[in-house]
């Protein structure tokens, strides 16, 4: 290996370690030895080295494209190297790349007017948006504004399946007791409540008859004050707020039925918990709609979002809340903090975002791009007995691999696809693709599909292409 340190001295902290003639064997073996494995790179045995991006794919070191169907879990949403948002990144980084979040900037006052007025325009409500660098740090925000706003109490509900991140108050609200195991936390673990996720039904019901028999289950816990969550004297519950993903992220794209959540918060308004919406991987039109709670007719007392806010070019995440919970006599400056809060280039990336979805209809766009994957996915269905349940709203898809009865879950089996997919070796038209995956769902046979929302009708029919030889190959290796 071409690792040939100099000495050490204080004019040169940093020898210069590395040569320019370094092969992929020598990064992996420096990677071995000096990176943390505590992230999530190496899920995969031998992760991938990419080398550059454009659009829909990602190129690794020999030029081959990989087609990304989960385009950084839904934080790409505009495809890679958007060239209208390196633009304004460009721009701003010539103009004020660096100020301390004490002090105010246009982009900041803009994003957040924008923001806000949309909030107000679509659910009625007067808000204001607070901004962090993550999404895990704004569900720690969205924490705090609860607890401040109904007298410090630290009970939540959340939805069995649910992820809100990994910081130690957010894994209290994530149903993985796997992200708790070694750690703790240091706030009540939530109380989890099923998810309306029909093709699985814990209770058992069909979709069409159940009469939202699930949500009759959580409504019974505030019957009587022996079931633990409610005082009927003084009409008040122990707990704060419900956190929900309309629809499940991690959980596996689930996607709940109709009037689910409207008879929610009709439950959780006549007890004064609160609603939080975490868009963090729907929000930004994955659903064909800027916030996935507009397709069900709820509204949020809390939003929390990241990921394509920037296109996932820069760190920044935000809360909206409405007025009443985060108006500055309740919620005064030092609430929070971050150091790269409301970043310049953060805000600058995702204003030319906002700007872009302003400018196009993506509804309509999206809606007609989702449908017609969708529509090549159910094809997949019928030729192979393996996929067991395909849906989707917008581009937010799924694909639940089952054994040969389409139900049994089959966690091989979604592993051998997605390593399969990783190979690179796919043939279409005499040209070699990989194809990128993502796997979710409670037991791990899911892959949840969210290519980017500008994906051609050509690139569609690739991913069917590509998908179509991966489960040939898959069923063939049984």
């Given amino acids: ?8 001295t204080d004019s040169n902290p940093f020898p210069n370690y590395f040569s320019s003639e370094m092969t ?7 990677e071995r030895e000096y990176c943390s494995f505590g992230d999530t790179v190496h899920y995969l045995e031998s992760p991938k080295i990419f080398s550059h991006c454009e659009g829909s794919f990602l190129f690794d070191t020999d030029e081959k494209p ?31 790349p660096q100020v301390a979040s004490q002090y105010l900037h246009r982009e900041k006052i803009e994003l957040a007017a924008r923001l806000g007025r949309y909030c107000e325009d679509c659910f009625g409500m007067k808000g204001r948006v607070h901004f962090n660098v993550g999404g895990s740090q704004a569900v720690e925000d969205a924490l ?14 959340a939805f069995e399946g649910g992820y809100h991140g990994r910081t130690l108050g957010a894994s209290a609200i994530t149903s993985s007791y796997r992200y708790r195991r070694r750690f703790g936390h240091f706030s009540d673990r939530a109380q989890f409540i099923p998810f309306p996720y029909c093709f699985r039904c814990p209770f058992k019901q069909k979709r069409d008859e159940c009469d939202l028999y699930c949500l009759k289950q959580f409504e019974r816990l505030f019957d009587s004050e022996y079931y633990g969550v409610w005082d009927p004297k003084a009409g008040e519950a122990e707990y704060a707020a419900f956190f929900v993903e309309m629809i499940q992220g991690t959980g596996g794209y689930v996607i709940p039925p109709a009037g689910y959540f409207e008879q929610l918060q009709k439950i959780l308004k006549a007890r004064k ?58 919620f005064p400056p030092g609430s929070t903090h971050s150091t790269f809060a409301s970043n310049p280039l953060g805000t600058a990336a995702a204003l030319e975002v906002i700007k872009i979805v302003s400018e196009e209809n993506f509804h309509a766009q999206v809606k007609a791009r989702g449908e017609l994957f969708l529509q090549g996915l ?19 898809l799924r694909i639940e691999i089952c054994q040969e009865d389409g139900f049994t879950p089959d966690k091989a089996m979604t592993d051998r ?4 997919a990783m190979l690179g070796n796919f043939d279409v038209d ?29 690139e569609i029919e690739l991913a069917i292409s590509l998908l179509g030889q991966a489960f040939q190959r898959i069923s063939r290796k049984k």
């Fill in 273 to 330: 918990i609160l609603l939080v919406d975490d868009e963090i991987q729907m929000g930004i039109y994955r659903t064909g709609k800027f916030w996935a709670a507009e397709h069900f007719g709820v509204k949020p007392d809390i939003i929390v979002f990241g990921k394509a806010l920037t296109n996932g070019m820069n760190p920044l995440s935000a809360i909206w809340a409405r007025e009443e919970l985060i108006q500055p006599s309740v």
């Fill in 24 to 30: 992929e064997s020598d990064l992996r073996a420096l």
């Fill in 144 to 157: 705090k504004l609860v607890r401040n706003s109904t007298h410090g109490k630290s009970l939540m509900f």
């Fill in 430 to 458: 005499g040209k070699k693709f990989g194809l990128i995956l993502d796997i979710g769902g409670y037991f791990k046979n899911v892959v949840t599909l969210a290519p980017s929302l500008m994906i051609s009708n050509q």
């Fill in 1 to 8: 290996m071409p690792l040939k340190p100099s000495s050490q």
């Fill in 66 to 96: 990989f087609l990304d169907l989960q385009m950084w879990y839904s934080a790409v949403n505009f495809g890679y190297a958007n060239p209208r948002i390196n633009a304004a990144l460009a721009q701003q980084m010539g103009r004020l």
């Fill in 417 to 420: 696809l997605v390593d399969e």
């Fill in 378 to 396: 159910r094809e997949l269905k019928k030729q192979f007995p393996i996929i067991g349940d395909v849906d989707g709203l917008g581009l937010a």
